[in-house]
Each structure stands twice: as C-alpha cells, then as structure tokens.
C-alpha cells in the first residue's frame, strides 16, 4: 500500500490531485497537510490522515515525509525551508522514495531575459528532453529557479534513494475540483486590473506568447507520474532532468484580451469589447503590488513556450482531452465574477 504525502491540497492544483487520488486508488494511503482543518474535511474524507503544520513548521514537515513513500507538493513551490524540510525526510529514510514538486513555467518566461520581445513573439521555445541542460541552467534570479535547483541537486546526489521530479505547468485554465480553491491566477488577476482601467490590455503588437493547459490535463500527468512511482519508476527519468512540461495549447496576449474583454462587455462590465494597446511604461506599473519585480511585464509581455515531450514519451500522456481553453475561457470569467470576494487569493 503506497503512502502518499500531499500538500497544498486546499489550492487549486493540489485539491484537484488530492480528490483525484482520492476517489480512483483507493489504495492509496493518503495524509495531508492543513494549516486550518476546513470543516467536514473529516468527514468528507474519511480514512485521510491530516497533519496540522505550515511551511513555517519544518520539523512537522520533515516527520510527516519521513514517514512516507512519495510526497507530492503543491504548496508554495518558492518556499526553500518548506522544500528543503520534505527533502530532509524523505533523505533520512535511506531507502527508495519519491518527491514531486509544482513549480511553473515562469522560469521560462523571458521578460528578464531580454526587453527585445515585450509585447511580441519571441520564436524560442523549450522542449523538456532536448533543452533540458538549458532549462536546468536558467539563472537564478528567473521565477522558481531556486527551489528548482536545489530540488535538481537533491535529486542528483541522492540519485539511488530519492527520486525527484518537478511538473511545470503553464498558464491554467478550468474549474477545479478541490475541497478549496478551485481557479487558477491568471483570470483572478487580470479581470480586476481590466476593471480598474476600464478595457482590457495588450503591450505593444500583444502577439507574446504563453502555453496554457485545462487542470484536467495536468492531473493526468500527475496521476500517471505518482502511478509510476508507486510501481518502482521505471522507465521515467527522475533527479535532474527529471522536468515536465504540461502545455497543450499557445495564445498571444492580444488574443487573451479580446477574449476576455468579450465576456466583460456582454455582462456590461466594459463600455467595448475592443482590447487597448498599451505602452511599456503602463505595464510596469501594472500589479506592481505583487512581489515579483516587474509582475506586469510577465503578466501582460512576456513568452514563455515550453514543449511538453517527457511526459507524452514517458508516462503515455496524451494531452488535449480536455475542451480548448477558448471554450472554457468564458465560464472561467464568470466563475471568477460570481465569487463573494473577487481579490485573488
């Protein structure tokens, strides 16, 4: 019987995978992480083991991973002390285990790369198996390189006992499933700009590209990547270029906007339909609130195009079942309009 340890399992990704494992491996024996029990969790969910703890907690992290076959974090994936404490307790067993991580495809972004292509399409893109030396070498400073890369250390000094892997997904679109948060960010943070200023937006050409995934699809790969860990791992790399790509799809930034701005005009929330065109310095001051520096230009400006080759040649994963984000888009807008609170969480 596998022990499983998840965490983030009130968030969008990691409620999504929780419930997933949950009602198809019975199994499985699951614990999880809470901060905060939610309430009927229990009950819910009989037969989980709950683990009260925080990212500020390593020893509870440390202690609960020790105890497990595979950990699968999907908390904050920037949170070094909380990712080097599940490490630690995976490491102290001394046997074969596995840790899956949730970073993201902001490490490919490439709006601190260069300003060559804000607001216009940058022809690079990244596949996981013939870029990966590339991907594992990114600067530091690019978004999730530093847990990424020590996670990448771990995995390769531990090669024979810890089996490391990161799944980096795109932009998400789709409702989730989750006992928590069930969206994604992109939809929470662009709609209440765009109702700030009153039109949606795109830098200069807005022909910047990013890949987006549905979170049925991305449960998938995780659901046959945990699937090969609780079988041994064969046939799956792990440690350093054990990376994941997970797009099924591309859109320009301009094509978001027109979407977008669609939906927001038929429910009268915009005068137009019509997405504006908008200079450099507009973008840096969008989202300035956030903590990543310069947030608007990869919100708004930026490319970022992996190619998701591992997981289709490893774990048979087909991507696409899901409906096309331009079919779902509308109804992750409304959703997102018809929460009680709309300031993203």
């Known amino acids: 019987m596998a022990k499983i340890f ?20 019975p199994e499985y024996k699951l614990t999880v992480l809470l901060r905060k029990t939610p309430d009927a969790f229990a009950s819910k969910f009989p037969g989980v083991k709950i683990v009260n703890g925080a990212w500020e907690t390593p020893a509870v992290l440390e202690d609960a991973a020790s105890e497990v076959d595979i950990v699968v974090h999907c908390g904050d994936s920037d949170h070094l002390g909380a990712v080097t404490a599940l490490l630690n307790g995976l490491i102290k067993q001394n046997r074969k ?21 804000r607001g216009k399409l940058n ?16 600067p530091m400073e690019r978004l999730h390189r530093v ?5 990448q250390a771990i995995g390769e000094h531990y090669k024979d006992t810890v089996k490391t892997a990161i799944v980096a997904p795109p932009s998400i679109y789709g409702k989730g499933w989750g006992p928590g948060r069930t969206d994604s960010f992109y939809i929470p943070l662009f709609v209440p700009e765009v109702r700030k200023h009153g039109f949606t937006m ?8 990013k890949g987006w995934t549905h979170i049925e699809d991305l449960v ?8 090969s860990a609780v079988a041994g791992g064969e046939g799956v790399t792990w440690g350093k270029n054990g990376y994941f790509l997970t797009s099924t799809q591309e859109a320009t930034q301009k094509e978001l906007a027109t979407a977008v701005g669609k939906v927001l005009h038929e429910k009268n929330i915009l005068p137009s339909p019509e997405p504006k065109q908008v200079d450099e310095g507009f973008v840096s001051k969008t989202l300035a609130q956030f903590f990543v520096p310069n947030f608007g230009y990869y919100m708004l400006a930026s490319n970022s195009r992996g190619v998701p080759e591992r997981a289709k040649k490893e774990l048979g994963w ?3 079942r899901a409906p096309p984000l331009w079919e779902v888009l509308p109804d992750d807008v409304e959703a997102f309009l018809n929460r009680p609170d709309e300031n993203f969480r």
């Open 6 to 25: 998840l965490t983030g399992v009130t968030g969008y990704v990691g409620g999504s995978i929780f419930v997933r494992l949950y009602e198809q491996y």
């Open 97 to 117: 285990v596995f840790y899956i991580h949730l970073s993201g495809t902001g490490t490919l972004s490439d709006y601190q790369d260069t300003d060559q292509f």
């Open 123 to 138: 022809p690079k893109t990244y596949s996981d198996i013939h870029d990966i030396d590339e991907i594992t070498s990114r």
């Open 147 to 151: 847990t990424d890369s020590a996670i």
């Open 202 to 209: 795109y830098c200069n050409e807005g022909s910047n590209r």
């Open 220 to 227: 998938d790969v995780y659901q046959l990547l945990i699937a």
């Open 318 to 320: 087909g991507g696409g």
